[in-house]
Antibody, heavy 128, light 106 residues
Framework: QMLMQESGPGLVKPSDTLSLTCTVS??????????WGWIRQPPGKGLEWIGS???????YYKPSLKSRVTMSVDTSTNQFSVKLSSVTAADTALYYC????????????????????WGQGTVVTVSS | SYELPQPPSVSVSPGQTANITCSGD??????LSWYQQRPGQSPVLLIY???KRPSGIPERFSGSNSGNTATLAISGTQAMDEAVYYC?????????FGGGTKLTVL
């Protein structure tokens, strides 16, 4: 059974950098059949995609967050991470990591561009 | 930027069919997915590529995509189906989520 677990500080000061790591178990990040994504959910609001990364380091980021987001992957530890710089109160949210399939050349892996396995989420509060 | 408007809320009686819509330009080519999120839980993938169900998802969940409107249909709605439902598309190398629809089973 595949599991994903987010970890990182629950409290970040304004203007600092938020850093989170997702540990994957039950599957290898470098299997070539998945992207690995970050999604967040502000309190009482909907889902917002942050970005996705392939094991090679290839990334897609939400355009409005691109200037502040950096994602990385460590295949030796089967983890991937996200850093979000210059945070404000608007970045307070429940942060999820999730596995994402993809499609290329008419062929789709896993479930296309959908997120089929999610972590339980970790709450990050931006406050001084 | 691409948007996926959803109705904020939908109500349905137990045993009836609930239809939740998601709108967008040229939605047919966007690899449309649907998720269910119960309170305090992580989202669960219900439908991918417009109308396909992952293993373990009951047949009473179905999806369709007419081009500019996608629909998630839940037949024989049960109290346990009360949740927020999100559509999600892949557009121009980005993921877009709809705003979510809260389904109330009256």
């Amino acid at each position: 059974q595949m599991l994903m677990q987010e970890s990182g500080p629950g409290l970040v000061k304004p203007s600092d950098t938020l850093s989170l790591t997702c540990t994957v178990s039950g599957a290898y990040i470098n299997n070539g059949r998945s992207y690995w994504g970050w999604i967040r959910q502000p309190p009482g609001k909907g889902l917002e995609w942050i970005g996705s990364i392939f094991y090679t380091g290839s990334t897609y980021y939400k355009p409005s967050l691109k200037s502040r987001v950096t994602m990385s992957v460590d295949t030796s530890t089967n983890q991937f991470s996200v850093k979000l710089s210059s945070v404000t109160a608007a970045d307070t949210a429940l942060y999820y990591c999730a596995r994402q399939g993809y499609c290329t050349g008419g062929n789709c892996h896993q479930y296309g561009w959908a997120f089929d396995v999610w972590g339980q989420g970790t709450v990050v509060t931006v406050s001084s | 930027s691409y948007e996926l408007p959803q109705p904020p809320s939908v109500s349905v009686s137990p045993g009836q069919t609930a239809n939740i819509t998601c709108s967008g330009d040229n939605l047919r080519n966007k690899y449309l997915s649907w998720y269910q999120q119960r309170p305090g839980q992580s989202p669960v993938l219900l439908i991918y590529q417009d109308n396909k169900r992952p293993s373990g998802i009951p047949e009473r969940f179905s999806g369709s995509n007419s081009g500019n409107t996608a629909t998630l249909a839940i037949s024989g709605t049960q109290a346990m189906d009360e949740a927020v439902y999100y559509c999600q598309a892949w557009d121009s190398s980005t993921v877009v989520f709809g705003g979510g629809t809260k389904l109330t089973v009256l």
